[in-house]
């Protein structure tokens, strides 16, 4: 596997990637020896093929926006996997671009001895998408200028036609030193590498592109500043494995405006350019980017529906998504996903594959729960273990859920990191005998009691008793006689027509220095559709002797409160 973030003899890769040190050196400036035969040790001979497209950009100069360059390329890919399949003289490329031996039968095409860079390195070649093909060729030098069509008889296959030819001065060291293709094609020990006339063959839609790089492994620097023809640079920086390049492109296209155009673009670049470490800013900003614009998923509903697979993983990815609960999360995924995978054998794969550690169950109701493991959707296997491995968690005492917790936030898998929902997570236990009872428990933070000061409320995920829904909701307000601000909890029964019903209820908070909850607030109340019932202070104090260090209600920075509910006979 070639190694896209390693530039030979590179100083900046024994140390850090100088775009984070600010004592790195400036690389020295080759750009006096650019194309100048005194400071060239061999002739790069690049023959431009035809593009196999009719009309469209042929190269990033021509495209308006990033929407002309992403058809345009998209366009080129599906042509050239067509082409592959009908060419017969030129081997069929990979996406794979490192060097090896000559393997061609040259009996076929006795003019040339042509080496496809997929032979170059075969134990690298594992990358599958590359979209443009090149090859590199190692001859004698000809006498005086060709004529783009002089080596026809080469072509006795029905190849890409040769439109142009451009012939530069290179200097081995310094291409070597840029990128391991080039050291690999200089040092390969073969006669041919010996040879003073190297040949490549490309595109014509790569041409700007290519010596955009040619002329930057001489200078460190670009002349394009246009999201397009970076991302063209980008994609030979690539095939070329020239990392640093890869790593100045990212950086310019980071420091240009973001959109959600071309944020998507950005996380759907081939695999070999995603896999690359020297891009990984540029991807973490495009993610960064669409879950801070799509936050609230309900607001931008009907937009995020019609995003791809990339955009919707980036935004469910993200800890600050503003929705109710992680039922509504996987509500919707379960909605995108049959809006866009129809056949139910593609669903359920793009759920198990990609969207399992999307979905964070742990955080999900006991009730939704229920409903995953009767999901068609969900292969039947598959959903076992993911609801199973929430209700451990559930049951886990809250150190080994911070724990838990604590090792995912490390990592790209964050199923048991919890979001900032608008409703609080609750852990409900319920009892049927001797009387339907359940036990709610509402932890909150601190800064979350602060962030309500002086009239917000924060309320909890629903839970059920008897099949009728309830909330707890904390508020801060001012006590009975308007004189001071304080700390109330409320319990609410959500509507749902016009059923009367009456319940006990006990409010306890978990106090110092024992720890144990103790008894607040008792009472009953004959619940109807809408209707709350609670204590506007709770703890009988004021709001600042409540939120004050010494206080005796918050226990590691984190409020523990109760709530009993009994259904009265």
Same mark, same amino acid.
Request: charged residues 25%.
């Given at each position: ?55 469209? *950009? ?6 308006? &926006? ?22 017969? *003289?030129?081997? %069929?490329?990979?996406?794979?671009? /490192? ?5 061609l039968d040259i009996t076929v095409c006795p003019?040339? +001895?042509?080496?496809?860079?997929? +032979? ?12 443009? &093909? ?7 030098? @000809? &006498? ?12 006795? *296959? ?37 040879q003073r006339q190297v040949t490549l063959r490309?595109?014509a839609s790569e041409e700007a592109a290519l ?8 200078? @460190?620097?670009? %002349?394009?500043? /246009? ?44 695999? &070999? ?102 999901? @068609? ?34 990592? %790209? ?35 979350? *009691?602060? @962030? ?27 006590? +009975? ?44 109340? /004959?619940? %109807? ?41």
């Amino acid at each position: 596997m070639k190694d896209h973030n390693l530039d030979l003899f590179d100083p900046r890769t024994a140390v850090m990637d100088p775009e984070y040190s600010p004592t790195h050196t400036r690389e020295p400036d080759f750009a006096f020896a650019f194309n100048d035969s005194n400071f060239s040790d061999r002739v790069l001979r690049i023959e431009i093929l035809g593009d196999s497209i009719d009309g469209g *950009c042929s190269d990033s100069n021509g495209c308006n &926006s990033l929407a002309d360059w992403a058809r345009n390329r998209k366009r080129r890919r599906e042509d050239f996997r067509k082409e592959n399949g009908e060419v017969g *003289c030129l081997e %069929t490329m990979d996406e794979q671009y /490192t060097l090896s031996s000559l393997a061609l039968d040259i009996t076929v095409c006795p003019k040339e +001895q042509i080496i496809s860079c997929n +032979q170059i390195d075969s134990e690298d070649a594992d990358n599958e998408n590359q979209d443009e &093909s090149v090859v590199a060729m190692i001859e004698e030098p @000809n &006498s005086g200028d060709e004529a783009a069509n002089s080596d026809d008889s080469t072509w006795n *296959c029905d190849s890409p036609r040769v439109m142009k030819v451009k012939t530069l001065h290179i200097s081995s060291p310094i291409l070597a030193a840029k990128s391991p293709f080039f050291y690999k094609l200089f040092s390969n020990g073969m006669r041919e590498s010996e040879q003073r006339q190297v040949t490549l063959r490309i595109n014509a839609s790569e041409e700007a592109a290519l010596m955009e790089l040619l002329n930057f492994m001489y200078s @460190n620097t670009l %002349t394009t500043n /246009t999201a397009p023809a970076l991302l063209d640079v980008l994609m030979a920086a690539d095939k070329f494995e020239v990392a640093s390049c890869m790593r100045y492109c990212s950086r310019l296209l980071r420091n240009l405006p973001m959109t959600p155009e071309s944020a998507l673009l950005y996380l759907e670049l081939p695999s &070999s350019v995603l896999m690359a470490d020297a891009v990984q800013p540029l991807t973490d900003a495009a993610k960064q980017f669409l879950a801070a614009r799509y936050k609230d998923i309900t607001k931008f509903q009907e937009e995020v529906m019609k995003l791809p697979l990339a955009g919707i993983e980036a935004i469910l990815s993200s800890d600050d998504l503003q929705v109710a609960s992680e039922d509504a999360v996987y509500d919707f995924l379960l909605k995108w996903t049959r809006a866009h995978y129809p056949l139910i054998e593609e669903r359920r794969e793009i759920l198990s594959s990609r969207f399992g550690r999307c979905i964070r169950f742990p955080f999900m109701s006991c009730r939704k729960l229920r409903k995953v493991l009767t999901c @068609n959707d969900f292969e039947h296997e598959f959903a076992s273990k993911l609801v199973l491995e929430a209700l451990f968690f559930k049951a886990e005492a809250p150190h080994r859920q911070r724990t838990q917790a604590a090792e995912e936030s490390a990592s %790209t898998n964050r199923r048991f990191v919890e979001r900032a929902y608008k409703y609080r997570p609750v852990k409900v236990v319920e009892f049927e005998l001797p009387r339907q009872q359940c036990i709610v428990y509402l932890d909150l933070k601190r800064d979350e *009691c602060a @962030n309500l000061f002086p009239s917000g409320r924060v309320y909890s995920q629903a839970f059920h008793l008897g099949g009728q829904g309830f909330f707890l909701s904390a508020h801060c307000n001012m006590d +009975q006689q308007s004189s001071f601000h304080c700390f109330g909890l409320f319990l609410g029964m959500q509507e749902k027509g016009s059923v009367s019903f009456a319940v006990d209820y006990e409010f306890a908070v978990r106090t110092k220095p024992a720890e144990e909850y103790v008894s607040k607030y008792k009472g009953n109340y /004959t619940f %109807t559709g809408g209707k709350a019932v609670g204590y506007r202070n709770l703890f009988a104090i004021p709001w600042t002797s409540f939120m004050a260090e010494d206080s005796l209600y918050f226990i590691n920075d984190v409020l523990h409160l109760r709530a009993e509910l009994t259904i009265r006979h």
